[in-house]
């Protein structure tokens, strides 16, 4: 995350230079679907696509990028997944 959800500021740290917001746990849930993404392409690159299609759908829900929808929507079209 480059600047503040709440003003568009630029981030330092884990503060908004501009308005001051604490970021510390939007930076966590960032970091958590950034987790969640590299071990679904880990289930992925294991042919494990029902895990992996849940850890996308779960880094989709955390923070909704066209990347993470993007897996999701990859996953879904290789047809070997049960959700
Ligand atoms: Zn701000």
Redesign the pocket.
């Known amino acids: 995350m480059e600047r ?6 630029r981030i330092k740290d884990t503060v ?6 604490e970021l510390d746990q939007v930076l966590d849930i960032e970091h958590q679907a950034e987790v969640l993404v590299q071990n679904c392409i880990h289930n992925l690159l294991m042919s494990r696509n029902d895990k992996a299609l849940a850890l996308a759908i779960q880094a989709a829900k955390l923070r909704n990028t066209l990347f993470n929808q993007a897996i999701v929507d990859f996953i879904k079209r290789q047809g070997d997944v049960s959700i």
């Open positions: 503040c959800p709440q003003c568009r500021g908004c230079a501009r308005c001051g917001v």
